[in-house]
């Protein structure tokens, strides 16, 4: 049997920011109504936490098809020529289970993390929200940043990270790349003092966003952590915002963010006022206000991905230009 395969630099070929958007929101709200299947994902730690391994998996059931990530996460390759997500997307078709294609695990992570934040900022932002403030300077920045200008008209850019000389590199290039200035700071602070439309993207296991610094009106996407024990933003920062999630059972076991607040007894399960498939599907309200903050917690989840492969699957199908390997799975090869 034939099965695509799809290395890093194809992927954004055929995954374009905008398009990965749409098909991200047709994910999130096929799981709020029960279209989907989602598991929560399976991590296997090295040793003192150096690194993991995570397995995903996800059913889209009006697409028929089924997938799973495998993708390991190493925080201290920030900074090096590997980025810190490398892996595999696999994506079957649920009705022989019959395997379609291996595709690069690390450019659609980029992509699909960054067009659902671009959603969230779509649900929840101002309409007039335009001034970006980004903390952090990796592949997340990047995509981050594209998105962002997909969801609003933006007005401002600033950057900031750990390393000032990464956060002018970056704020170099992007301003090239965009034709947008792209300003970089040496202090999260100061990056996002009046913005109204903040992303933290980093890998940081202690808070870089402290509410106190948060404008009223703002959104916020809290994208980089992951896992129960780190978290980007502090206890005031999420009490002060009306929060929505990718998914509630996710957060409950996993977004740091969320569960150290509610460990410290600021706040509870009832914080979480929706899911954006909820938003996209009409189960909840949004933003009710001007000055209100809103934060949309990014865990990223599997049906994200499966979504992404299948878009990324039918496009090289239909181009004629995908790699088709033969690969196996066929039952006479064992006779």
């Excluded at 952090?136 to 850019?157: P, W």
């Excluded at 933003?233 to 059972?249: C, F, K, M, P, Q």
């Excluded at 460990?263 to 309200?285: M, W």
Aim: charged letters at 25%; a neutral charge; glycine letters at 8%.
């Amino acid at each position: 049997m034939e099965v695509l395969i799809v290395n890093q630099e194809e992927v954004p070929r055929l995954l374009p920011m905008a398009e990965c958007m749409e098909a991200v929101a047709t994910s999130l709200a096929a799981l709020a109504d029960g279209k989907a299947m989602l598991p929560l994902r399976s991590i296997l730690w090295l040793p003192e936490k150096v690194g993991g391994l995570g397995l995903m998996p996800a059913a889209l059931l009006p697409e028929r098809v089924v997938g799973l990530k495998a993708i390991t996460f190493f925080p201290g390759n920030e900074g090096t020529d590997l980025d810190t997500h490398q892996g595999a997307v696999l994506l079957f078709e649920a009705e022989r289970g019959r395997l379609l294609a291996v595709m690069d695990a690390t450019s659609i992570t980029a992509i699909r993390t960054a067009a659902a934040s671009g959603v969230a900022t779509r649900l929840l932002a101002r309409e007039d929200a335009g001034d970006l403030a980004i903390l952090g300077s990796g592949v997340q920045a990047r995509t981050h940043l594209e998105a962002m200008k997909i969801a609003r008209r933006l007005s401002r850019v600033r950057v900031a990270g750990k390393d000032l000389d990464r956060a002018k590199a970056f704020a170099a290039r992007e301003s090239r790349k965009h034709g947008i200035a792209v300003e970089p700071f040496a202090s999260a602070r100061e990056a996002v003092a009046g913005a109204d439309i903040i992303c933290t993207v980093t890998s940081s296991r202690e808070p870089v966003l402290l509410g106190e610094w948060i404008s009223p009106g703002a959104h916020i996407n809290a994208v980089g952590s992951s896992v129960p024990f780190a978290r980007e933003l502090d206890t005031a920062a999420v009490v002060r915002s009306r929060l929505y999630v990718d998914r509630r059972e996710s957060t409950l076991n996993e977004a740091g963010d969320f569960l150290i607040p509610k460990k410290e007894g600021a706040i509870s399960n009832d914080h979480i006022l929706g899911e954006i498939g909820e938003l996209l599907t009409g189960r909840v309200q949004g933003r009710e206000s001007a000055e209100e903050i809103t934060l949309f917690k990014s865990l990223g989840i599997a049906v994200e991905d499966v979504a992404s492969a299948r878009l990324i699957y039918e496009k090289a199908k239909k181009s004629g230009n995908g790699r088709f390997l033969d690969f196996g799975g066929s039952r006479h090869a064992n006779d």
